[in-house]
């Protein structure tokens, strides 16, 4: 088998930073080839480029959105024209819309729906599928979040979804595990992005109610999932793994 064939690539959806951005840097820290996406195309091109800057080639960009199942296709070849095969699909584009229950509109829900369901689940069909073709084994993870395991105000419909990304975690086990697929989710708790980082008062909120003391780094979250989709992990399947600080533990109110 060429070094090539050898080689373990994989597709991280939502990437462009925070902990889609991370999980990216700790793949190819471990050798495995990277096609990067985000729904936004500056984003996509300055990831990129800081990492191929780090890790040269083994780094691709593309931009698009992960819940196009075409588009989806398209991430897919590309992986397999750029690298040979694609062994690892870590489905980690996700859209949070808060919202009051009695006033969440019908065009809110079904936007959450298709990124964070549609999206992961046809990801997961189009790897499994190539998988199969390839005989290589491989690897499926899923973001989840507390939230599907805690209530949380305002996330009524972010939160099912996430559940629901658990529960597919461990029906795909029945679907994939003949063809050497491990499939898993994480679900992280409070964690210190671009994104949370806009809110003042988010970090010293969390590392108030967290139990080990602040919200998690995305560094936190991408090196457990790198570990789930790695060697070392080959024989944990259909799991959730809670990153939380032990929130969740004793679940205080951020409010």
Not at 58 to 74: E, K, T, W, Y
Not at 188 to 193: D, E, K, R, S
Request: proline fraction near 3%; charge should be negative; charged fraction near 15%.
């Amino acid at each position: 088998m060429s070094e090539k064939e050898n080689q373990q690539v994989a597709i991280v959806t939502g990437a462009g930073q925070g902990i889609g951005f991370a999980i990216c840097r700790e793949l190819l820290k471990q050798g495995v080839a990277v096609v990067l996406n985000d729904l936004n195309v500056t984003l996509t091109n300055q990831a990129t480029a800081q990492l191929k800057e780090e890790f040269g080639a083994n780094c691709i960009g593309l931009p698009g959105n992960a819940a196009d199942v075409s588009f989806i296709n398209n991430l897919i070849l590309t992986a397999k024209e750029h690298f040979g095969q694609v062994t690892i699909a870590i489905a980690n584009a996700g859209i949070t819309l808060f919202g009051d229950f009695f006033t969440y509109t019908p065009e809110a829900f079904q936007q959450v729906m298709d990124l964070n369901l549609k999206g992961s689940f046809f990801l997961a069909q189009a790897i499994a599928k190539q998988i199969q073709v390839q005989q290589t084994g491989g690897s499926i993870l899923f973001m989840s979040s507390v939230t599907g395991h805690q209530a949380h105000k305002n996330l009524a419909a972010y939160g099912m979804t996430k559940a629901a990304l658990e529960m597919l975690a461990k029906n795909l086990v029945i679907e994939v595990s003949a063809y050497g697929i491990t499939v898993n989710a994480i679900a992280p708790g409070a964690t210190l992005t671009e994104r949370t980082a806009l809110d003042a008062d988010y970090e010293r909120t969390w590392s108030n109610i967290t139990p080990l003391g602040r919200p998690a780094s995305p560094e936190d979250i991408a090196q457990a999932a790198v570990f789930l989709v790695s060697e070392k992990a080959r024989h944990i399947t259909g799991q959730t793994i809670i990153i939380d600080g032990g929130w969740t533990s004793i679940s205080p109110s951020p409010y």
